[in-house]
């Protein structure tokens, strides 16, 4: 059975500043996060000569692919965050002062939300539908590198858990979600490789 990993990119600034969407680089933790990744994948994937590694197309993603040599990288754009729109690169706590509809409106129902000129969870769901089906064609083993809404998305579908649930689903930083398909179902393992 071929295991396919699933990670969250490395600590970004704004995930520090706790800023949401954005394109900013990696804290130091999330560069050392790479690193650890970098020897884990370099061993765990050390005989399978066939693996790939995808990510999206923002800079935290691929700075946290970037240590990681010998397997050929893919980017998606569909491996992409959730996009916020408007509300792109504000904190929570900002987006709940300056338009508490809007906060409100996506407590109520997150799954369906979608941020002014942004996207919602169903959105994501939708998007991320061409990269399972690449998913399940590979034969080899694949690490995906994105971001917490797409990975709720890629590991309800493995896990088989309901649509809403997805939102919610904890996927913590700095933490592999390995996945093996084999004749019997679906088996997971988690490692988290920091603190
Ligand atoms: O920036 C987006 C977050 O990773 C997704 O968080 O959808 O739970 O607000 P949320």
């Given at each position: 059975?071929?295991?396919?990993?699933?990670t969250?990119h490395?600590e970004s600034?704004?995930?520090?500043?706790?800023r949401?969407?954005?394109?900013?680089?990696?804290?130091?933790?999330g560069?050392?996060?790479?690193?650890?990744?970098?020897?884990?994948?370099?061993?765990?994937?050390?005989?399978?000569?066939?693996?790939?590694?995808?990510?999206s197309t923002?800079?935290?993603?691929?700075?946290?692919a970037s240590p990681?040599?010998?397997f050929?990288?893919i980017?998606?754009?569909?491996?992409?965050e959730?996009?916020?729109?408007?509300?792109d690169?504000?904190?929570?706590e900002?987006?709940?002062?300056?338009?508490?509809?809007?906060?409100?409106?996506?407590?109520?129902?997150?799954?369906?939300?979608?941020?002014?000129?942004?996207?919602s969870?169903?959105?994501?769901?939708?998007?991320?539908?061409?990269?399972?089906i690449e998913l399940e064609?590979?034969?080899a083993?694949?690490?995906?590198?994105?971001?917490?809404?797409?990975?709720?998305?890629l590991?309800?579908?493995?896990?088989?858990?309901p649509?809403?649930?997805?939102p919610?689903i904890?996927?913590p930083l700095h933490?592999?979600?390995?996945?093996?398909m084999?004749v019997?179902g679906?088996?997971?393992?988690?490692?988290?490789?920091?603190?």
């Open positions: 059975p071929r295991p396919i990993l699933l969250r490395g600034l704004d995930n520090v500043r706790g949401i969407g954005g394109d900013t680089v990696l804290s130091e933790a560069e050392l996060y790479a690193k650890k990744l970098a020897n884990f994948v370099e061993k765990r994937l050390k005989s399978e000569r066939t693996a790939s590694i995808w990510t923002l800079q935290r993603a691929i700075l946290t990681i040599v010998g050929p990288k980017q998606w754009r569909a491996l992409d959730i996009y916020a729109g408007v509300c690169g504000m904190s929570y900002e987006i709940k002062r300056n338009m508490p509809e809007e906060y409100e409106s996506r407590e109520k129902d997150k799954l369906r939300y979608r941020y002014p000129r942004g996207e969870y169903l959105d994501v769901i939708q998007r991320s539908e061409p990269v399972i064609r590979q034969r083993p694949v690490v995906v590198i994105s971001h917490q809404a797409v990975l709720r998305a590991y309800a579908y493995f896990a088989d858990r649509l809403k649930e997805i919610h904890e996927v933490t592999i979600i390995e996945i093996q084999g019997t679906v088996q997971e393992k988690r490692y988290k490789l920091m603190d």
